[in-house]
């Protein structure tokens, strides 16, 4: 099946760069972490179509080729779950959401908001409530370097830093996590006001969350890795008892980042989860565009 980019319209006027495929079978939306862009989602995207589901997988306001805000414009979370809310309801039928930390924050908040609206979840290591040394973790990386780098090679070196397990990053992968500036520098692909105005007071947010997530009746799925930092064996074990109707898959090698770290093992428990799924998991066709004026 053939890749197409192309531009959707968020909420509130922002336009979103994403990447469908057909597919015959129940489509699957992604939508990915914070500071991540739609090419974390690539590889599983690519074996799902290979399956014949449909596809759309796309980069959150304020990330990749997405538009950013204005400077008077604070970034918030209701306009990320409006943006994903009227992205599912482009799709001909719910989809299922394959959706990993932020992504499936807001995801939880939109199916709550318009219950129906997923055909089903996926929540890809995303708790209502965090470790906080997971995000303290991953926000001390994304604000270590507010002026950029030197080179793509001096990016390479930080990225290998802070995630030694990975191999090195090529040059050809960098360029879809930076930008060259005009000064030279290569800065990250994403807006970095999102640190302060959206993830850096983020917890007060979690009673918001882990009620959205009590709401949710649709089928879910949660994969937490093993070696994560950010969801531990008491955040998932206070979520199964939010949403006992969830299923979980523990996948020990994983860190957060776990469509990266075990794609092959990832990928593999969102089909056998896709082709468990009842039929009328997906048999709803509203069309749904539920954002917020």
């Not at 599983?44 to 399956?51: G, V």
């Not at 191999?167 to 000064?183: F, I, Q, T, V, W």
């Not at 749904?288 to 004026?293: M, Y």
């Amino acid at each position: 099946m053939r890749n197409e980019d192309i531009r959707l319209q968020g909420a509130h006027g922002a336009v979103l760069a994403a990447t469908r495929a057909p597919g015959r079978r129940a489509p699957v939306l992604f939508a990915h972490g914070f500071g991540q862009t739609r090419g974390a989602w690539t590889a599983t995207a690519d074996a799902l179509n290979a399956a014949t589901h449909a596809t759309l997988s796309y980069d959150a306001r304020g990330h990749g080729d997405s538009d950013w805000n204005a400077s008077d414009l604070p970034y918030h979370g209701d306009q990320f779950t409006d943006d994903l809310i009227v992205v599912a309801g482009e799709l001909p039928r719910p989809p299922v959401l394959v959706a990993a930390s932020m992504g499936g924050l807001f995801g939880l908040m939109a199916e709550a908001r318009w219950p129906g609206l997923f055909a089903a979840m996926v929540l890809v290591d995303i708790t209502p409530r965090w470790e906080t040394r997971g995000v303290e973790r991953i926000l001390a990386f994304m604000s270590a370097h507010p002026d950029g780098f030197a080179s793509l090679q001096a990016a390479a070196d930080t990225i290998s830093a802070y995630m030694p397990h990975r191999p090195r990053k090529s040059e050809d992968s960098l360029r879809a996590l930076l930008r060259p500036g005009k000064d030279g520098r290569w800065n990250w692909h994403w807006d970095p006001r999102l640190v302060d105005e959206l993830a850096r007071d983020s917890e007060q947010h979690q009673g918001l969350i882990a009620d959205a997530a009590r709401q949710v009746q649709c089928p879910l799925l949660l994969v937490s890795g093993g070696r994560s930092d950010l969801v531990s064996p008491q955040t998932v074990e206070e979520f199964m008892a939010l949403v006992p109707h969830a299923q979980h898959v523990h996948l020990p090698e994983a860190t957060h980042m776990v469509a990266g770290d075990d794609n092959n093992a990832f990928t593999a428990a969102v089909l056998n989860y896709l082709d468990a799924l009842p039929s009328a998991a997906s048999a709803r066709t509203e069309h749904v565009t539920g954002a917020r004026p």
